[in-house]
């Protein structure tokens, strides 16, 4: 049974995953984790690597504008590279 909460303090998106710093509600520890990309939006249970209590925390989701504009930065670069390729080769 859950009894600990960890309540996210911050958190970053990269490509790979969501980098997060969290607070244990029970020994009021922070400490960082990351968490993959699929796991966005979900609750998540894990063990506090401070005092060993099993707890979740909600882990964050990127809202439209930054979905759209990590989107937009993706193609940006995907496009840049994906050209300089096709031309280097012909």
Do not use: W
Not at 24 to 29: A, G, I, K, V
């Amino acid at each position: 049974m859950v009894n600990t909460i960890f309540r996210v303090q911050s958190h970053k998106f990269t490509q790979e995953n969501i980098q997060t710093t969290l607070v244990c509600s029970n020994c009021d520890e922070v400490f960082t984790k990351e968490f993959l990309l699929d796991l966005e939006g979900q609750t998540i249970e894990f063990k506090c690597p401070v005092c060993g209590n099993v707890g979740e925390a909600d882990i964050p989701y990127k809202t439209a504008e930054e979905r759209e504009e990590f989107e937009e930065d993706f193609d940006d670069v995907t496009e840049e590279d994906g050209g300089d390729e096709f031309e280097d080769d012909f």
